[in-house]
């Protein structure tokens, strides 16, 4: 039911929300029954062996493209933990807010940085190309 808790708030704060994916933990008959309720495309993958009917849902073109994008926010999330970030070691609401706001802007300005350190090695790559051409001729 805390799945069915989370979409409610969720519907209730944002509106308009057109899919919401969930773990395979999440899965039973009346979570799935309830969230249909909330939201118009429930993607609630089912552990163990599927059926007929539930392979093909769970093979549908909506289905599989948020299950993709399912998988980008876990690796977010992952990519937080692994820089320090699975634990809060803030108090209150208040101080939970901030570390996650922080925690976001450390990620962006880590794949901002990863950007601007390609970019520099292609520059680099291309001035070394030059200076070797320059040099054959």
Known sequence: MVAVLMASEA???FGA????SFDKGFYNPINKEALQEYIDNVVLPKRGKLSDQEKEVEHS???VEARR???AVESGISAL???GLDLCRDHGLCGFKRYVALAVLARNIQILGAIIRKNELKRAKRRK????????A
Do not use: P, V, W
């Open 69 to 71: 994008k399912h998988s």
């Open 17 to 20: 929300i057109a899919s919401c």
């Open 61 to 63: 073109d909506e289905f």
């Open 129 to 136: 190309e030059k200076e070797h051409l320059r040099m054959a």
């Open 81 to 83: 933990e692994n820089y």
């Open 11 to 13: 519907k209730r704060k």
